[in-house]
């Protein structure tokens, strides 16, 4: 690694590049990187570390004062954790370095999963006291399903009860790859002044309020201790990469530059990960870690060529600046400057003025400005090429996922996948008068964010708002206000009860006779009314459904009278006796009738039918049905007792419960009332390891106090 004060004597030298455009560097110079950690681990301080040590800030922004590059959402800077992921671009020792600081809280792992489609490489930060928390684990696990490298850091050394040996066995135990360790700490907790760098065998310490460390020998009493750690480096490393294994064997040493090259190797193939270690609130270790992001993590050109797909077939673009445009939108935003939509590119070059295709669409797009971004600053370029994260402005259609691409070269990418929702609100406008606009907002923001879902109950006519967790749906809903200058009212939707019929009634006499001068009504009708018999299936739901059949002998009613009876009982299913919700789960029977020669018509049995069922149902017991979901919840050996008795709680009945890879998998059915809430109630019982989906699985009786209350 470089001395950190010949890192801050050429920072100006390194920051020139910032001025060229990024064509100018050739693709190994580039990093596109995110920052990957659990909500306060020190994710958004890295970054802000790395502006200031790169000198395109040049005061320290901090997360508690609200003056923070990448928080700058008015949300983020009042809650104090990073919601939406920000995009920032820096240069260091001649090396283009395009950062993404994702949020940590587990209702925002969608943007993560954006993110990290279009990454190269990856730092995770770790809390040195707390270790792997869950978060850290499930971000750690999104990364592994994209193949993203990693190198680990772990942060705030210098909180009371820091320990590194413990956060690394933790990295081991929980998230399975070989640690390895190339830093160790200078003095414990408020004493942690700096690290030894084990490759070069150097100490790098940082005076108090110093943004330079000072290079010296490695001190006498970490002597004995640094080189056992540097040996058990040698050791670990030479296990899993076969040219320094024929190093070790020869020389029972490795040298830096083999240690060096293959913890490179070992990053880019995800079997080990490099952990350094430091305090990014006393911007201690950040110039080291800048350099294991050069030296380790791999450039654009070091990853496979990206692959679509084109009228059926699969086809690969390298990362080339001379071949045909291939590039990936992953996040849209609206600004004052306009609608951004962030792009990476994969291949080819986008210059001011260019027209592109939409691959999904086969709509052409223009592209009117290109932007490098800093969070909400933006400096305009007149191109970008492969490798490169800009916005661009001018892009009318494009949505998070859209593959832009040259028109003579079609080709679609992969979109980044998008969660089911699992939480719902009900919002509309406090005025009438607003409703349009909220229309427009809601639109805006299911834009900007795909995991939210916008939806009208067809039964109930509410608006629903759905996404990942209930602060997800607050921030979406405080986004409106502040943006939009709405005033919203947000509820709990109104659950879509059915009515049914407990036991029914028979040989129910109606007659309908209306004389009002002119042609009059006559209808006579009999009706059996019952409630269906379950199907048989098993699935301990209630049966639902409407069955009309008639027994009439002898022409008594004629069959074009019998389809009106019907007709009028079907009207009558629209609103039941018990609060007026739909009638579902029961059959009628036409069992005997008579007719006028003069005044009866269909109009009239077909009022008589209505009239009939709604006597009937007022007549016989009816009962309330609830709809119901079978839920899947994957929680973790530990946590089992306390979600059964949540589920119990909730009126859930668990069908089954059974292992699966260090987890348990429990099955029940639950009221779907019962279910609002329980994202965060299950995520507060399991550390935010938990995780469920629900599929609807019909109706089931209510509670007979539920019945009566409504």
């Keep these: 690694m470089r001395s950190n004060v010949d890192n801050r004597n050429n920072r100006n030298n390194r920051n020139n590049s910032d001025n060229r455009n990024n064509s100018d560097n050739p693709l190994t110079a580039v990093r596109n990187l995110g920052i990957l950690a659990h909500v306060d ?39 104090g954790i990073t919601i939406f ?17 994702t949020p940590g809280h587990v209702d925002f792992a969608d943007e993560v999963e954006r993110s990290l489609r279009v990454l190269d490489g990856a730092i995770a930060v770790f809390d040195a006291v707390a270790g792997v928390e869950p978060q850290s684990e499930s971000v750690w696990r999104q990364a592994d399903r994209h193949g993203v490298p990693r190198i680990a850091f772990v942060n705030k050394l210098d909180r009371a009860g820091a320990d590194l040996d413990t956060a690394v066995e933790s990295i081991r135990r929980r998230l399975h790859p070989a640690p390895l360790v190339v830093q160790v700490p200078i003095g414990t907790e408020d004493g942690f002044t700096g690290v030894v760098d084990l490759l070069r065998m150097r100490a790098l310490v940082w005076a108090d309020g110093g943004d330079t460390a000072e290079e010296g020998p490695v001190p006498d009493a970490l002597r004995e201790e640094a080189e056992r750690r540097r040996r058990r480096l040698e050791e670990a490393v030479a296990e899993l990469h076969p040219t320094a294994l024929e190093e070790f064997c020869a020389r029972s040493t ?28 006393r911007n201690r270790g950040i110039e080291p870690l800048l350099d294991a992001v050069v030296a380790y993590l791999p450039s654009p050109s070091d990853v496979p060529p990206v692959r679509g797909t084109h009228d059926g077939t699969e086809q690969e673009r390298a990362a080339d600046a001379h071949v045909p445009l291939a590039a990936l939108a992953f996040k849209v935003s609206a600004t004052a400057t306009g609608r951004l939509t962030y792009l990476r590119l994969y291949s080819g070059t986008i210059r001011k003025g260019d027209t592109v295709l939409d691959a999904g669409t086969r709509r ?31 892009l009318k259609s494009a949505r998070a996922g859209t593959t832009l691409c040259a028109p003579a070269a079609p080709l679609l990418l992969e979109p980044p996948s998008v969660a089911d929702p699992v939480v719902s609100v009900a ?3 406090r005025r009438s008068t607003d409703t349009d606009r909220l229309a427009t907002a809601l639109a805006r923001l299911a834009e900007e964010d795909p995991s939210l879902v916008v939806r009208t109950d067809p039964e109930t006519g509410q608006t629903l708002l759905s996404g990942m967790g209930e602060l997800h749906l607050e921030v979406a809903v405080e986004k409106i206000r502040q943006s939009h200058g709405l005033e919203v009212a947000v509820g709990r939707p109104r659950v879509a009860y059915r009515e049914t019929v407990v036991r029914g009634v028979s040989g129910l006499v109606f007659r309908h006779v209306k004389q009002d001068g002119g042609a009059g009504q006559f209808a006579h009708v009999v009706l059996d009314v019952a409630p269906l018999e379950a199907d048989g299936d098993g699935d301990g739901g209630a049966p639902t459904g409407f069955v009309f059949r008639s ?14 009876v019907e007709a009028g009982c079907r009207d009558a299913l629209a609103e039941g006796p018990l609060g007026g919700h739909p009638v579902t789960g029961l059959g009628v029977t036409l069992t005997d009738g008579a007719t006028h020669s003069k005044d009866s018509s269909e109009m009239a049995f077909r009022t008589a039918g209505r009239l009939a069922l709604r006597e009937a149902l007022r007549t016989g017991v009816m009962g309330l049905l609830e709809p119901v979901a079978d839920v899947t919840v994957t929680v973790p050996a530990d946590a089992v007792g306390g979600v059964l008795g949540d589920l119990a709680a909730r009126r859930g009945r668990v069908s089954d419960s059974a292992p699966r890879a260090g987890s348990v998998v429990i099955t029940a059915t639950v009221p779907l009332a019962e279910l609002f809430g329980y994202a965060t109630r299950l995520r507060s019982r399991t550390q935010g390891r938990g995780t469920f989906t629900t599929r609807p699985a019909g109706y089931a009786p209510a509670p007979v106090a539920m019945a009566g209350d409504r």
């Design 254 to 281: 490795l040298s830096a530059r083999t240690l060096a090259s293959a913890l490179r190797d070992l990053t880019r193939t995800g079997e080990g990960v490099v952990v350094l270690c430091g305090s990014a609130y």
């Design 551 to 564: 027994t009439v002998v002898g022409g008594r009613v004629p069959q074009e009278y019998v389809r009106a």
């Design 364 to 394: 052409t797009e223009r592209i009117g400005r290109i932007l490098r971004v800093r969070a909400d600053r933006h400096a305009e370029l007149d191109r970008a090429v492969a490798g490169d994260i800009v916005a661009v402005v001018g």
């Design 85 to 101: 992921a920000a995009a920032v671009s820096c240069s260091w020792d001649g090396h283009r370095i395009n950062l993404i600081d």
């Design 427 to 429: 919002v509309e406008a």
């Design 41 to 79: 681990a020190g994710k958004t301080t890295v970054t802000e570390r790395f502006l200031y040590a790169t000198g395109t800030t040049h005061k320290r922004g901090e997360v508690h004062d609200g003056t923070t590059v990448t928080d700058f959402d008015p949300q983020e800077r009042d809650r």
